[in-house]
Structures are given as C-alpha cells and as structure tokens.
Nanobody, 122 residues
C-alpha cells in the first residue's frame, strides 16, 4: 500500500485544518486506516483510526472532540478534520494502514506515508 498525506500547513491557534491521505496499491476498503503524529523532540503518538468496513472510529482521549477521522472507500481516501487547533498540535502527521490490532493507541502499523507538517502558531 502506498500512502500520500497532504493538507498540512501553517494555521493560527483556534483554526481548523483537514488532512487527506490517498491510498493505492491494494483494495483500500479492506484496510484499517489511521493517523499518528510526531512533535519535535517527542515520541510518535496515536491520533485516530477508522476500521475498514464498518467505519468504526477510534480517538486518542486527549484529542477526542477536536478531531474527526473519516473515509471514502470509493475514493481510496481517508481524512482527518482538526479543529480548535493549539500550538501543541504542531507535528508531522502520518497516515498509516493495516495495524495488526486496531485499537485506541495503536502504534504498530504495516504501512506508513511520508507525513505532512502541521504548524499551529500562537
């Protein structure tokens, strides 16, 4: 699976941003998808995930209510809508696919994209 994340950029605190991930290389509808992020000097952390068929969603507790993950299997895309952004949301956001176990906090994923930078200014 090839994953291409996009949509990052510079946004002011309180603003919103929508990240997009385009997938190719296999049947997207069979892939559980997720977003993770890594801030400068910090470990990578789980943001959100969505299951392949039912669309069940999983969110990091710290971000619940501010992020929404969605997918369109016909378009082979998954999105991460982020709102009320804070400077501490500044990070590289990665799209990932096919974790061995899909759950909140899943950090092991089979496929990774290159990431897109999100910078939130105060």
């Amino acid at each position: 699976v090839q994953l291409q994340a996009s949509g990052g950029g510079l946004v002011q605190a309180g603003g919103s941003l929508r990240l997009s991930c385009a997938a190719s290389g296999r049947t997207f509808s069979r892939s559980d998808m997720g977003w993770l992020r890594q801030a400068p000097g910090k470990e990578r952390e789980f943001v959100a995930a969505i299951s392949s068929r039912s669309g069940t969603t999983y969110y990091a507790d710290s971000l619940k209510g501010r992020v929404t993950i969605s997918r369109d299997n016909a378009k082979n895309r998954v999105w991460l809508q982020m709102s009320s952004l804070k400077p501490e949301d500044t990070a590289v956001y990665y799209c990932a696919a096919d974790p061995p176990i899909l759950r909140v906090g899943a950090m092991t994923w089979t496929y990774w994209g290159h990431g897109t930078q999100v910078t939130v200014s105060s």
